[in-house]
């Protein structure tokens, strides 16, 4: 079992998170919620790969946006008000930090694996000492070897050359941990997702969080434009980066903060 820390040992965690590239900690999700959104989740991902159509689909079982159907579904944006997983999050980026990606992890059962088996780190560019983004990992079923708990190489995330696959998983260790627990991730830790032999899926939301001035993985203000913005709090919109897009005329550069797209704080 990995090493469950809770938010008021926040000291203590951010020491485990720095030194081995991850950590684990309680969250204060509640327990319906989770099990909610796991069933959003789920049904969303058969709509997305119907949407998408095509064949050799690699990213089954995860979304590409989920905040694009918080019209139809707003509590996927439920988490982002949880002050807990918000401060751990600017204890390691500091403040106006943004949502860079935000999508679930979910591996189909009997079996079932997905693109990220192999090991690999989901930032490789290495800048020491130095935090750009990081990720948070949101269990939504207790996490075991049979289901395909996350292999995770400690301490990786300062190692410049890619491990060989006998070294990874020799020395690499599972992420065995209870149903919402959320497991921040350095994204240069070398890691992997296991195979699910149980007979459900494995579950997960999955939220990057980067700097203010990087791009998005997908321009998520624009994933959502069909969706009232102004339904949305101060707060909610600047994580989501709405205060932090390109301007793409002289108005949304030069004019008043209405009509600017980049009003984004730094400090």
């Known amino acids: 079992?990995?090493?469950?820390?809770?938010?008021?040992?926040?000291?203590?965690?951010?020491?485990?998170?720095?030194?081995?590239?991850?950590?684990?900690?309680?969250?204060?999700?509640?327990?319906?919620?989770?099990s909610k959104i796991k069933s959003i989740?789920?049904?969303?991902?058969?709509?997305e790969k119907n949407a998408i159509n095509i064949d050799n689909y690699r990213d089954y079982g995860f979304l590409l946006c989920a905040p694009h159907y918080a019209d139809k579904y707003p509590e996927i944006l439920d988490v982002l008000n949880n002050e807990d997983l918000l401060n751990f999050v600017e204890q390691i980026l500091e403040k106006w930090f943004i949502v860079y990606l935000y999508s679930n992890n979910c591996i189909p059962p009997n079996g079932g694996n997905t693109k990220a088996y192999k090991p690999h780190v989901d930032t490789p560019r290495y800048i020491q000492n130095y935090h750009q983004s990081m990720v948070a990992m949101i269990t939504m079923d207790d996490y075991t070897e049979l289901n395909g708990a996350t292999w995770v190489l400690p301490a990786s995330q300062k190692i410049k050359e890619k491990p060989t696959d006998d070294y990874f998983y020799a020395n690499a260790q599972r992420v065995i941990v209870p149903k919402g627990t959320i497991c921040f991730f350095d994204p240069k830790v070398w890691h992997a997702a296991g195979t699910n032999f149980s007979q459900d899926w494995r579950t997960c939301l999955l939220i990057v969080f980067c700097k203010p001035w990087m791009k998005q993985r997908v321009d998520i203000p624009r994933f959502m434009s069909h969706i009232d913005k102004h339904s949305l709090s101060e707060k909610l919109k600047q994580l989501l980066g709405f205060k932090s897009q390109s301007p793409a005329s002289f108005k949304e550069f030069y004019g008043d903060e209405k009509e600017r797209t980049f009003t984004q704080p730094f400090v």
């Open 1 to 34: 079992m990995t090493t469950v820390f809770t938010h008021q040992e926040l000291g203590n965690s951010i020491d485990f998170y720095n030194s081995n590239g991850f950590v684990a900690i309680k969250s204060t999700l509640d327990e319906a919620y989770l």
């Open 41 to 47: 989740m789920l049904e969303l991902i058969e709509v």
